[in-house]
C-alpha cells in the first residue's frame, strides 16, 4: 500500500470528529492513527456494531450446535413467555428474520421521541417480553425494518440456550478465543439478559480481531468458531436495506463494492474488503449528519493498495504517513477569549438545580485554582447510593485538559467565554462516543444551562446558588 496515499487518508479523516483509523492487510497494520484527545488503548463505545457482536454469538450457537437452526419460530423458543398479539405472521417469526431485520414486529425507532419504540422498552420490567408482545405490522422476511428489539431477543436467546449471559458467553466462546481483552457490556437487565442492541466497548485493536474472524471465514487458529456459511451470507446481504445498503445477520453490505461491515452510530465501523485481504477499523463521536462516508472511506483505502507484492521503498512517503499519524495524535487548539471579571464572583459557589431530565442536583465550577475544573453532583434514584459525583479539569486554552481515570473512564474537557456572561464547556469521557456541551449563562445568583450531546438530545436547566 502506498504510505503517502495512507497519509492523506488520515489527514481526511482527520477533518472529522474521528477517534481512530486503523487499516489491516495481509494480516499486518500498515497504517494506525489516534486523533487527540483520545489514545490507544481505551475501549470504545461500539454502538450498533453490537448488534454484530450478538449475530456472532449466534452463529457459535450454531456451530456448537446449541441452536438447531435459524428457521426455528422464534415463540417456540420462548414458551416461557405469555405471549400477547399471537397470529400466523407471529408464528411464521423465526431467528433468521430476527438476525435480518425482517421480524414484522411494530417498531418506531428515532431517538428521542416520546412514542419511540426503544425507549418504552428500555423502561418495561420485562424487555424480552416486551419486544414479543409487539403487534405484527407484516409478514416476517418480507420487510427491512431496523430496531433494536430484534437483537435483544437474540440476546435473550443466548441465556436460554446456554445459561449465561451474552457477555459471559462471549468472554468464553469468542472473546477469549481471539484474544479479546478490553471488552466491557452494559449491565444485565432484571431477568439477567445482557443489552443486545448495543452497550458493548472494544479497543480499536480488538474490534480488528472480530474483523479478521470474519476476512477468514471464521477460522481463527485452525479452528472454526462460526459457520463459514455464516460469514457467507453475511457478505451477500440477501436483504435491502437502506441508503443502498445491503443487510444479512445483523451486518451490512454494499455487495458492488465488494465489503460488509459492522456499523454504528457515530461512525463506529469495522470494515471487511475480501478481495483486498483488508480489514480497517473507525471510532468517532461524529453527528450523523457530518459523518466520512462508508462509501468514501472504502474508496481511498482501495486506492492506495498499488500491488500483491511489497513496494520500493520510499523514504519521502513514508515520512509522510509518520507525520500524518503524529499530527493526529497532536491536538490543535480551538479560539478561545478572554475571562471575565465574574470569573471572580462565580469560580468555587455551588449552584443546585430544580428537578430536570438530567438530574443533576449541583454543579460548581472553579477557575481560580492553579488547574481550572469542574463538580456535577447527580441524583442515582437509588436508596443505596442517592448521589454520584463526577469531577474533571478543564482546559482553557483552547485544548483538552484529560483527569485521572475514574471508574466510569477518563474525562476530557475544555471551555471558553462567549460573551462576559456566558461559558461554554465541551466534555467528552473518552471512548464514549459522544461530546457534551455545556452553556452556561449567569445572572445575578441564577444560571440557566443549555445543555446538548452529539446524539441530538438537548435540555435546559435553571439553577441558583445561595453562597
Sequence with gaps: MDSASLARLIETVG?????????????KIVAEAYYAPYVAGISHDLRSVTKSV??????????????DSVDHPVIDLFSDKEIQNVDDRKKAMTVQSLLDMTSGIEWVERFYTPDETLMRMYKSPDRTAFVLNQPMVGAPGAKFNYNGGNPYLLSALINKKSGQNAFDFAKKELFEPLGIKSAKWGAVDAQGVT???AGLFLSPHDMARIGYLYLRNGMWEGKQIIPSSWVERSKEGKISATNGFQYANLWWSLPDKGTYMARGRHSQLILIIPKLDIVAVMTGVLRDT????????????SKA??????????????????NAIHLAATEKPSAVGGMPELVKTISGKTYQFSDNVLRVKDFTLNFLDSDSSWVITTHTGKAERPTDRFTGLVGLDGRYRKSPPALYGINAAKGRWVNERTFAMERRILGRGEIQTWSLTFDGDKVTVNFENTDGFKAELHGETSE
Design 15 to 27: 477533518t472529522y470528529k474521528q477517534d481512530s483509523l486503523m487499516i489491516i492487510r495481509h494480516g
Design 54 to 67: 450478538v449475530g456472532t454469538l449466534t452463529a457459535i450457537q450454531l456451530q456448537k450446535g446449541s441452536l
Design 195 to 197: 443489552i443486545g442492541e
Design 290 to 301: 457530518e459523518f466520512y462516508s462508508t462509501s468514501g472511506l472504502i474508496e481511498d483505502i
Design 305 to 322: 493498495v498499488k500491488s500483491d507484492k511489497p513496494l520500493p521503498a520510499d523514504a519521502i512517503a513514508a515520512t509522510l504517513l509518520t
